[in-house]
């Protein structure tokens, strides 16, 4: 299924933002994959899920994973398992927590938050990236 433009736009800055917080990227699923240059592969499998964007460093946190989350999005299953996976998981021989980071447009952060409330995850544990709504060519609802 083609994802819309409004998450290839989420996943865009999402893909920045693992940029500017000293990640390399080296996974990203987007049909604007093109913005970051060429060579990226689609990323893996992460538990029993693929992120949207993937991102790695030498120094802990070593994994950045970065998902896209549109508003219909946040309501899904799905949604609710990526979310308590990628918080969950640890990797290196420290045993280190990935940072995760969920992009959603700004109509949505209420209920992003409502959800990781729900399913009990620690809000130090997520960073959320809120993208406006006009942006996105979306009207608040």
Known sequence: MAASK???LIVA?????IVDSGYELVGIESSLDWLFGEGFR?????VHHRPDVLGERRRAPFLAIRDAK???DLASARTA?????YTGLRVGEHNALCLVVIGVPQSGLDKLW???VDLMIP???ICVVPVPDP???EKRT
């Open 114 to 116: 409502r959800l990781i």
């Open 123 to 125: 809000r130090h544990r």
């Open 135 to 137: 942006l996105l060519g």
């Open 6 to 8: 409004a998450h290839d």
């Open 70 to 72: 549109t508003v219909s």
């Open 13 to 17: 800055v999402v893909a920045r933002k």
């Open 81 to 85: 398992q990526q979310l308590a996976d």
């Open 42 to 46: 689609v990323p893996p499998t992460i």
